[in-house]
């Protein structure tokens, strides 16, 4: 039993009451000041609390109480006027275990008062903009809490739209609060989830932000979170980086062959995005293999669409030929012809067709198609393309001992 006077229940219940914060308040801190430090038993008055309490209509009171030990006034400061607590996430240890205690404290509440969800959304985002009336150590706290929380679900990760905020990233304060919530995030879950919730909200690509516009190079932001302990974030920024780099490359690449743009300005595009964006030849070749697939209306008749793919490929043999310099490029062409003979029914009888042409256009030589045929193709249509390779590969080996056993009679 509480020793404090408050209000009782049929006091709430008389609508004469107006129940005002101050009360609110008063009742909540002398609450927790009698329950101490033990986080289970804070969790039970909070429980047992809202039975007689309006959370519904003090939920900023009741979450600034808990966060920060008061009401806060605009900016961040802890009202001097007013009750305060020790209990409370600031005035907590500065360490993993305590903010998962405390997390715990938020779970169970919310979960016991669902109305409460909105309104603690609100209160983070709002503690976000307080940030630099915050102490360094209670930044801290909160973005080790704020990570916690937002990996077992309690909060979504759209509340992070508050760092973007113009003085908090000029400042430095929104990266810095970012390593120390990305750290408990990542210890929650792992990157995957943490990219699966930034999706969710759009906010997979939007990360640079935390910086300021002269610092937002991909190379400052793996540097700053690398030192930091998070590579993992860092190689995730840069992948999505790559990837927004080849959708920007296909784009381009179906505009200029749409234009018909000359071969060569577009090889030299080509090779200035790859060196600018770290972009592999395999992945280049990938990419332009779609770009010439998609410039196309494809007939539907199964009979036709072979002809006109070999005429489409021939005239577009030499762009690819500039992007085949290795094996591996070539056996990842090969790859992609067999997805999409596969993943379109009327090109399953082109695939040999295609194979011959660009092994006698130069886009494909003999040792990868061996490699394919033995054993890197795709389990997709393996039996169908197979068997129309047979004759072409046994050709192929048939040429190639002939051709060594000319070099052998040569020495």
């Known amino acids: 039993m509480l020793k404090h006077e408050c209000m009782t229940w049929n006091d709430l219940k008389n609508e004469k009451e107006r129940f005002d914060p101050t009360q609110f308040q008063d009742c909540i801190i002398q609450g927790l000041n009698e329950t101490g430090s033990d986080l289970e038993a ?5 429980d047992a609390s809202g039975a007689k309490l309006d959370y519904r209509r003090y939920a900023e009171t009741l979450f600034d109480i808990l966060v920060a030990g008061g009401m ?5 400061t802890l009202a001097d006027d007013m009750m305060h607590t020790d209990v409370c996430v600031f005035a907590a240890q500065e360490d993993l275990e305590t903010m998962q205690a405390f ?22 985002k709002k503690l976000l903009l307080f940030l630099k009336g915050f102490s360094e150590s209670e930044r801290n706290k909160l973005a080790m809490l704020t990570g916690i929380l937002l990996a077992n679900g309690t909060l979504n990760a759209s509340i992070l739209n508050s760092l973007y ?22 210890n929650e879950k792992d990157i995957n989830a943490v990219a699966a919730s930034l ?9 640079m932000e935390l910086f300021p516009a002269n610092k937002q190079s991909l190379e400052h932001f793996t540097k700053y979170f690398t030192d930091a ?5 860092s190689e995730y920024v840069r992948n999505q980086q790559s990837i927004g780099a080849r959708k920007e490359l296909q784009k381009e690449l179906q505009e200029q062959m749409s234009r018909g743009d000359p071969f060569k300005d577009i090889i030299l595009y080509v090779k200035e995005e790859m060196k600018k964006n770290n972009i592999s030849e395999q992945t280049v070749i990938g990419i332009i293999w779609s770009s010439v697939m998609s410039t196309v209306e494809w007939n539907k008749k199964e009979e036709l669409v072979a002809e006109q793919a070999i005429k489409h490929l021939k005239q577009y043999s030499p762009l690819l030929a500039a992007f085949t310099t290795q094996g591996q490029s070539e056996l990842t062409l090969l790859l992609k012809i067999q997805e999409y003979c596969y993943d379109n029914i009327h090109f399953m009888k082109a695939f040999q067709k295609i194979v011959v042409l660009f092994y006698k256009a130069e886009v494909l030589s003999e040792e990868p198609i061996l490699k394919w045929y033995k054993d890197a193709h795709l389990a997709k ?6 068997e129309q390779m047979k004759k072409f590969v046994e050709w192929l080996k048939n040429a190639e001992e002939e051709s060594e056993s000319e070099t052998e009679e040569g020495d």
Request: charged share 30%.
């Open 72 to 76: 806060l006034a605009p900016g961040g």
């Open 165 to 186: 905020n113009e003085n908090l990233v000029k400042e430095g304060v929104s990266a810095a609060f970012a390593v120390k919530l990305f750290k408990s995030w990542i």
């Open 381 to 386: 249509g393996k039996s169908v393309f197979l």
């Open 103 to 124: 997390a715990q404290v938020f779970n169970k509440l919310i979960r016991r008062y669902k109305y409460l969800e909105k309104g603690f959304e609100d209160e983070v």
């Open 42 to 46: 804070v969790a039970k008055f909070l």
């Open 199 to 207: 999706r969710k909200v759009n906010m997979d690509n939007r990360l």
């Open 229 to 233: 302990g998070l590579k993992e974030l």
